[in-house]
């Protein structure tokens, strides 16, 4: 009798230890997904500011003016071990080089003969290295909308210069491809192309755009409707959506690059 009482008693312990740990795991499951969607939102409030604010010297993708202003999307940037934190001499990481770079500006370029500013943006035709933005510093912006936009950068991160120089297996179907390219050419880091829901991202869902976009404009096949919405994303606004979130720089793209996404982006369909 005691033996059995003191078995369930054993037992009702393990259980109520397994179902903390679950609780708890599944909360750590909530948590990094509320972390994800914060940045997700960041990055987003962040590539609004860069549009308005950076893009005259640093260009859409980041990709710079030669001879003017220096490309952020690179992998330069990103490489701490021999890019521009350690070339500067900053002994901090690379978030605060990037923040305090655009909270203070810099009066004098670090390169004046490669990068020496952009004249042309300033009226007064003084050679603008880099200008202040933090309104620490009397410059426009506040703290959090610096951190938004070094977050949009740092995004960047991940594929670096993904424009031109990321490397691709050969024999892969366009399908395969594709999928390689939407994370390369950074649609990943506005639309979740997995399942249902925006995953935090304030993009369409891209999960069933192969059922999806046949409906959006009459008269339009899927493939040319996703054709449209790569080179000219302004043609047709997803209702919900905002115009000019989604750069308008992929009609540049290598016509077979173009495809591949599109091939790829037909395979993303529910059941
Ligand atoms: C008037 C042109 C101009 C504008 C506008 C401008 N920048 Fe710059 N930026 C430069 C130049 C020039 C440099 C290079 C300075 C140097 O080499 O020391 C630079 C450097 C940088 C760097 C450091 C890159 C490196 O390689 O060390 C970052 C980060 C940066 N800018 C971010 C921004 C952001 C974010 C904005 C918008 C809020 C912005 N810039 C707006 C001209 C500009
Ligand atoms: C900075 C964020 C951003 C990036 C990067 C981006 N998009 Fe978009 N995209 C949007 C937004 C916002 C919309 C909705 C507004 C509109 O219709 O233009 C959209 C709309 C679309 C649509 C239409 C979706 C629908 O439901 O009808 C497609 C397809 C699409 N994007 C594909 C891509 C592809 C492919 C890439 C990469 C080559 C890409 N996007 C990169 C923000 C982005």
Redesign the pocket.
């Known amino acids: 009798m005691i033996r059995t009482q003191i078995t369930i008693g054993l037992l009702l312990t393990v259980l109520s230890m397994v179902l903390v740990t679950l609780i708890g795991l599944n909360e750590n499951a909530r948590l990094a997904r509320t972390t994800e969607e914060q940045m997700a939102r960041s990055i987003m409030r962040g590539a609004a500011?860069?549009n308005?604010?950076?893009?005259?010297?640093?260009g859409e993708q980041g990709q710079g003016i030669p001879g003017?202003?220096?490309?952020?999307n690179?992998p330069?940037?990103f490489d701490t071990k021999n890019?521009?934190v350690p070339?500067?001499g900053w002994s901090g990481s690379l978030p605060d080089?990037?923040r305090s770079?655009?909270a203070q500006?810099?009066l004098?370029?670090?390169?004046?003969d490669?990068?020496?500013?952009?004249?042309a943006?300033?009226p007064a035709g003084v050679?603008?290295?880099?200008?202040l933005?933090s309104q620490q510093y009397g410059g426009p912006?506040r703290d959090d909308q610096?951190q938004d936009?070094?977050n949009?950068?740092l995004n960047w991160g991940k594929a670096p210069g993904r424009m031109a120089e990321v490397p691709e297996p050969p024999q892969q179907t366009p399908e395969q491809r594709g999928q390689r390219l939407f994370t390369s050419l950074g649609c990943a880091g506005c639309h979740n192309p997995q399942a249902s829901g925006d995953g935090g991202l304030p993009c369409p869902n891209l999960g069933n755009i192969s059922n999806v976009a046949a409906t959006r404009v009459q008269g339009k096949s899927a493939q040319d409707y996703i054709h449209e919405s790569i080179v000219n994303p302004s043609a047709f606004i997803v209702p919900g959506y905002q115009d000019n979130i989604m750069p308008k720089t992929f009609k540049d793209l290598p016509t077979d690059q173009i495809d591949a996404v599109i091939a790829y982006l037909m395979t993303r369909k529910q059941q």
């Open positions: 500011l860069f308005t604010n950076c893009v005259v010297c640093h003017r202003c220096p490309p952020l690179t330069e940037l890019g521009r070339q500067t080089y990037i770079t655009i500006g810099r004098r370029s670090t390169r004046p490669q990068y020496p500013g952009n004249t943006t300033d050679a603008a290295a880099m200008p933005w912006l610096i936009i070094t949009f950068i």
